[in-house]
Nanobody
Framework: VQLQASGGGLVQAGGSLRLSCAASGFNFGYSAIGWFRQTPGKEREGVSCISSGGGTTYYADSVKGRFTISRDNTKNTVYLQMNSLKPEDTAVYYC????????????????WGNGTQVTVSS
């Protein structure tokens, strides 16, 4: 299982970024994908998740109305469009998926990709 996150960077508050998660090594079209973030000293936070077909999504309250998750099953890629970014969105963002044993879980936890740093300046 490989999950490659990209698209992070430095942006001013109010700006936008689009993260991508390129997946390989598993049956992408049958797998939910999640985005989590972590900041040193803070709990890991589930940001957004999307079901295998894209019809069901989850957003943390802290990002509702600002972030949009989507997926392209023809490209084995999930996207996280982040608008109206705030300094508190600063974190390392990870994409995740699950082993087939946990296929029913919307927000996966079994496999984690590399992280991509998002830094929002005030």
């Amino acid at each position: 299982v490989q999950l490659q996150a990209s698209g992070g960077g430095l942006v001013q508050a109010g700006g936008s970024l689009r993260l991508s998660c390129a997946a390989s090594g598993f049956n992408f079209g049958y797998s939910a994908i999640g985005w989590f973030r972590q900041t040193p000293g803070k709990e890991r936070e589930g940001v957004s998740c999307i079901s295998s077909g894209g019809g069901t999504t989850y957003y943390a309250d802290s990002v509702k109305g600002r972030f949009t998750i989507s997926r392209d099953n023809t490209k084995n890629t999930v996207y996280l469009q982040m608008n109206s970014l705030k300094p508190e969105d600063t974190a390392v963002y990870y994409c995740t998926t699950d082993h087939s044993l946990h296929r029913g879980r919307l927000c996966p936890l079994d496999y984690w990709g590399n992280g991509t740093q998002v830094t929002v300046s005030s």
